[in-house]
Every structure is written in structure tokens, then in C-alpha cells.
């Protein structure tokens, strides 16, 4: 050991850290599989983040391992450690680093929250209409189809302790949310009586239904199955076990779908 | 080594006829000393932890299956409103401001007592009326709507117990700004004159920052939870969506209150942590004045964070964004103290106290505590997480793992001083070691949980999460058995301990130039400060003064 120069050792282990961090954070599958076309937006910020998280977790836990080992009281030996209290540049230092990953984190997140349709855009006539203003509140459309109308809109409703789907247009309700894979879907969330929170993991998507208050979520699937919706708002006794489901259709299927279940 | 040398003779315990030690029923008092009334505070918020952990361990055993066989949600659902709330409003604010606080503070200024001491007995006596409120109000079927008590379901639910709920956190409230002001001019008034700024403890910038805090967020919470009160009671429609109140307004209003909350419970024991690993390291705290600006850096930029609870709610995009720049500015100063202790760490003579390893264990839990929370602090991928049980064990990670291996390295660290006797280190190494497994154990699965869709505050949930559920009742349970070593071993040495010299850690500041335990009004003659509080191995310091215990 003692003949390996610190720089190099210091070298090694950072090559080690970053080898290490950035393959955690490719490879974490801690997420269920994507579903929508917001989850995998999502899941690439979440990765770089827990890139990050990983470099700065073995970074600072790595210094307090080699300080409890290193640094140990020796027996017999009574005096103190050395006398440093502080160091300019290296404070300025790690106030500057973090500093720039997290407005990094800041503008990236804008960006990935702008690209799942979080910001509504304005580039077209229709966007300045007042109705647009109540669709501010969640996940609108998306930048390439902004102004455009969704292909399928769906009313829904949270009540203790189920949700109701309404299909407008087709006169169908339903206790479950049916939709065709690839289509563009918005949905009029709204509670009858407390809050309720719409949420399908596999999509990524969440947002509260709130009393009084209508709120949105466009958005588009990409994989056909079941996947279930679950409210994460704490809504009375029963809320945990206020689930439905969401059903992705192939596009035939959803239309057959909905011939089945219209009422005449 | 501060000295005690010139003698400044100020009217002392004798001049007003006080006895000269207090007895035990003195704690059961309206007394004025800050020692008793930190005392008063540290013991009435761990019988309130206690009962707050029982609960915690009756909701882990529901969970430990899928299905809601073991408890009623309903009650369910009235042990988690109460466990959270008890846990923060009654354990962590009152141990670590009220407890650590008033004992402390006087003592690390040179103090004979704090600025206001019959206001701050009333401060103290507000807690125990407001626990038992809140304890009786299950009688009436327990607050069920979550320690946020979201309108409109705390206003549907159990009506009775809700407002009682409400007024037990409205006197906790009362309590903590009655504590914060008394704190404020305590710091900026009291401090002995030869201390000079540079050299107040940081404990004390932190409990400054913390009051400056309660001061200005308390009152809201206050205001938000008055008219949540009048809506159950009186016939308002402040939050009724139905009669044109606005549900998400009370959120606001919360938020702005409780999410400076979280830094009014982890600056003061940011300051604990300041305190204990210097003396234990035996080295300078590394960049004092970067700790001490970082404490009120956070204190401001924590006001203006409050809308990450709120990604999910009825807030529009404008918002969403803002919030989260602002809120992954606040982990920069966070990790400043992070960093500094580490390296206070770094090239020290470190001894593994009990005291030591629990704020090492706080330092490494916090580091996970504080990645989760950046995550957290973004609006797009909080959008996934929020109200899972990722977040349950986020602030897990952060309240236990960053409050209470806190509060008890600084039991271990004061015990000496507090009663006069050392704990056992032994059954305080047994006590870490199975916390820290036990934390672990108990909250990192939870991370998993939320992420692959489990929700949060519910009895039953989707049985493909029941192993994970297993695992986290397994570590409750370790968690569970942890704490009784503790109190067997506080228990047993407050009467049977070895005999603490003045100062068993050959520690700098001030509190440790009295006797142990220090005398009602804390000095014969008032100390003067010769060094700072964390000079340890500046110049030659007397080599001989090794931990001893008479
Ligand atoms: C024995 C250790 C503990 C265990 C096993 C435990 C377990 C739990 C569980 C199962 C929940 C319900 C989560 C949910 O459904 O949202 C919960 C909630 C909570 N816990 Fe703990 N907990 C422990 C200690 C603590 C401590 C020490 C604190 C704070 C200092 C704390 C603060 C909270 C809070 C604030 C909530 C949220 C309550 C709410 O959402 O209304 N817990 N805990
Ligand atoms: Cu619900
Ligand atoms: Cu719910």
C-alpha cells in the first residue's frame, strides 16, 4: 500500500465510482415495466438521477468508512486529531458541485415534465382560448400535438371507494377504463366527495381528483394488457381497496369494445 | 480548556432562598429551572414516543398480511393519523427543541436560566393537556384523515375526535412559539460577554435558526387548522367544495407550516450533531461558519419549498417547476453540514461511544434519507412516487434515521451531565447496533414497494407486495425490541450508573465546566470563555485529561 501514490489510489476508486454508479443506474429495474409514452421520459430522469444518488452515496459513505477505520482512537493514545478548521477552496467546492447538479437535475426536469405534455404549449390560436385555463391543472398534451384535440376523452370520477368512467360521447359508462393501445386519451378527473388520486404505476402518471375542481391527464399507451388504477389518496377506510383497472386494447378489439358496451 | 477564572460573582442561588438541589417531585411542578423543564420535556416526548411506537407496531402486524384482518380500517386508519402526529408533534419537536433546547442552551452561553422562565414552564405544561387530548379523542373513534388532515375527509370523519385532534396540535403549536420566542432572546441576549459570536456553539445557531422558523410558519398551520375547526363545528365552508370553499387553499396553508416543520425537527438535531462529533473525533468542527450560515440558509429557503407535498394536487405547471428548483437548492446547504462532518471525521482520533456511533449512523442514514428526498424534489418523478410507500420510507429514513439516532447520541452524549451518572456502553452498543439494522430492515423495502405500486396509508393492499410487507414487520419488530435496552439501560444508570466526573468527554463547551449535574442556576460564578468550542488539538492542551469517572 504505502508505495502506490494517494493520487492514483484516488484515481482508481473515482473510475471505480463512476463505472459502478452509472451501471446502477442503467440497471436497476427497480420500476414495473413502462406503459405509457410518459413512463420511459420518466424512467431515463429517474436513472440519471439514481446514477447520481449512487456516485454521491458511495462517495460519502466510502469517506466515512475509511474515516471510522482509518481515523479510529488507537488505545493508549490520549491526545487529539489535528487541528483543521476548514478549508476554503474545498468547501467552495462542495458547495459548487452539488450546486450544479441539482439546477442540472432542475432544468432536466423541465424539461422531461415539458416533453410529457406538463406545459402546455402555446403555439397555436387555440391555446389562447379562455377554456384552455382550466386544463393547466396536469398532464396535458403533448408538445408535437399541442392545440390538437385528444382522439378519446373520458370523464372520471373518484367516489368512496370506486372510480367511474364515463365515455361522454359513446354514452358508455363503465367501472373500468378501457382505452386502445397508441390512441391519445385525456381524462377529466373529478371527486364526488373527498379527494381521490388517479394512479397506474405502469404509466407514471398521477393526479389528484379534488372536490370542486376539474383536473387532467393525457396521455398515450403503448403496450396493450391490464394494469391497475390505484387511489393514493388517503380517502376514507376502504381506501386501500379502492383499485380498478385499466384495459389496453389493440385498436380492433377496443372498437369492438365499445359496440359491446354502448347503450342504446 | 474554558476556564473558570475570574471571579464574577452575580447573585447566586443562595441570595434567593432556592434549595440547593431539586427533588423528584420538583419535576412534577410548575418549575421554572430550564435543566427541569428540559428534563420534563425529554421524559413526557419519550413516554409519548413509546406510545407512538406501539402504534407503529399494531399497524406493521396489520400490514404483515394483505388483507385487513387484523385491525378495523377505520382504526387502522385513526393509529396512523395518530402515530404520525404524536410521532412529530409530540416526540421529535419537544425532545430536540423543548428537551435538548432548554436544557442546553442556558448552559452552552453561560446562562443562569432562559430569558422567560415562567413563559417557559407554561410552554412545557401546554404538551401534556395536548397528549392526553389527543389520546382521549379515540374514544370518540381517533382522527382518521392522516396527520395532513385533508378537508374534505377530516371533515366527514369522526367530527368529534378531528376537533380534538385539532385542538391538541393548536396547543402544541401555542407551545412552540411560546419556546421559540423565549429561545430567540435567550441566544441574542444572555450569552456571557466574553463569547464572542464566532464562538456560540452550533447548537445554539441552530436552535436560533429553528425558533426563527416556528415563528414565522406555526401560525399559519395555526390559521389553516382554526377554520378546518369551524368548518367541522360551526357551519363555515372554508374548505367545502360544495358550498364554494376551496380544498386545495387548506393545503397551502398546511404546507406552508408543516413543510418547515421537517427542518424545525432536523436543524435542532443538525445541532446535536455539531456538538457530539467534534468532541468525540476530538477535532475542530470542519468549517464552523459554513455549518452555521447553511443552518439559516435552510431555515430561508425552506420557506419557500412548501408546494412538493402538493405535485399532485390542483397546482398548475408554473408551480410544479418553481417548487422544484427551489427545492433541490435546499439540499445544497443540507449537504454542506453532510460534508463538513465528514471531514471533521476525517483525520480525527475517533472513539466509538455510543454517543459516536449513532451520530455516524444518523450521518450515513441521512445520506440515503437526503438522495431519496432530491428525487423526490422533482416534480415528474414525484409525480410516480407521491403517496406510496416510497415516501414512507423517505421520511423514515429522514425522521428516524436523522431524528431519533439523533436524539439519542445526544442522550448518550449528555447523560453524564443530565443526571450526574454514566449509561452503560455496553447495552448502548446492543441498543445501536439493533436500531441500525432495524431501520434499515424496517424502511429501505419500502422503497421498492412504492415504486412498483404500493400506495400509502392503507390496511390492505395487492398481495404480490406481501413478501417485501414481511420483511418491513420483521424489522418493526427488531425496531421494536431495540428501544428496551435503551430504557432498561436510562433507567438503571440514572440510579445505579458510575458516578460522571464534570466532564467525562473532555469536552470544550461551556455546560461541561459546571458540576454534573449542574447546580439550580448552573455556576457559583459565571464561566469565561478563554478558547473556542471546538478547539481540540489547537495548542497544548493539557495531555492528562482523559476521560475519567470519580
Ligand atoms: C418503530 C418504528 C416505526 C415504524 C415501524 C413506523 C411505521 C409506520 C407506518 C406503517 C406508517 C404508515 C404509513 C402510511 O400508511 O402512510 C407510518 C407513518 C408515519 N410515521 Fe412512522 N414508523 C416508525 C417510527 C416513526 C418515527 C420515529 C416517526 C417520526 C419521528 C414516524 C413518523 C411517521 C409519520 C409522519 C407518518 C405519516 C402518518 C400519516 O401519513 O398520517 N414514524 N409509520
Ligand atoms: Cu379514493
Ligand atoms: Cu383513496
Redo the contacts between chains.
Sequence with gaps: MKQIPISILTLIAGILVTLISLWVGQNNS???EQASIQAP??DN??NV?VAI?TA??LV??G??L???IQ????RG???????????FP??IL??VI??II??G??IY??D??TE?G???TTHHAVQAMPVQRDS??G?NSLPTNAGEPASLVVDVSGMQYAWLFNYRDRNIVAGELHVAVGQDVLLNISAN???H?F?V?QF?????A????T?HLRFVATKTGTY?I????????????M?SSVVVHAPEEFDRWLEENQVA | MTQLETPQVTDSATDRNLPKVWKWYDYFTFNTDHKVIGIQYLVTAFAFYLIGGLMAVAMRAELYTPD?DLL???F??ALMTNHGTLMIFLWIVPAAIGGFGNFLVPLLIGARDMAFPKLNAIAFWLNPPAGALLLASFLFGGA???WTA?P??SL??ANTAQSMWILSIVLVGTSSILGALNFVVTILKMKVPSMKWTQLPLFCWAILATSVLALLSTPVLAAGLVLLLFDINFGTSFFK??AG????LYQHLFWFYSHPAVYLMILPIFGIMSEVIPVH??????????IAYSSLAICIVGLFVWVHHMF??????WM??FF??ST??V??PT??K???W??T????????TSAMLFA?GL??MF??GG?GG??LG????D??V???YYVVGHFHYVLFGGSVFGIYAGIYHWFPKITGRMMSEMWGKIHFALTFIGTHLTFLPM??LG???M????????PQFAPINHLCTFGAIVLGISAIPFFLNAVWSWHYGVKASDNPWDALTLEWTTSSPPPIENWVELPVVTCGP?????RD?N??E?PQTA
Design positions: 427497480l420500476l414495473p421520459l420518466v430522469f429517474f438521477m444518488g454521491l452515496f460519502v459513505q469517506a466515512i475509511v474515516s471510522i481515523f479510529r482512537h488507537r493514545d490520549s491526545g487529539d486529531g489535528q487541528w483543521i478548521e476548514g478549508n474545498l468547501e462542495w458547495t452539488p450546486g441539482v439546477i437535475l432542475g426536469s423541465v422531461v415534465y410529457m406538463g406545459i402546455a393547466s391543472i398532464i366527495d373527498v379527494i388520486s394512479w404505476p407514471r402518471l398521477k393526479q389528484d379534488i372536490p370542486g375542481q383536473t391497475p390505484i387511489c393514493t389518496e388517503l380517502c376514507g377506510g376502504y381506501h386501500g381497496s383499485r | 385487513a378495523d380500517p377505520n387502522y386508519n382518521q384523515s392522516g385533508y374534505p375527509l366527514t370523519t367544495p360544495d370553499g376551496n380544498v386545495v473525533a476530538r477535532k475542530p468542527i470542519f468549517g464552523y461558519k459554513a399532485t394536487s390542483g397546482t398548475p405547471a410544479r417547476m422544484t428548483i433541490l437548492i439540499a445544497v449537504g454542506v453532510i460534508f463538513g465528514v471531514a471525521l476525517w483525520g480525527g482520533k475517533i472513539r466509538f455516524i450521518l450515513s445520506v440515503v438522495l432530491v428525487t422533482t416534480a415528474p418523478f409525480l410516480h407521491h403517496d406510496t422503497h421498492l415504486l412498483q405500486g400506495p400509502r396509508r392503507v390496511a390492505m393492499y395487492d471546538y478547539d481540540y488539538g489547537s492542551r495531555i492528562a482523559i
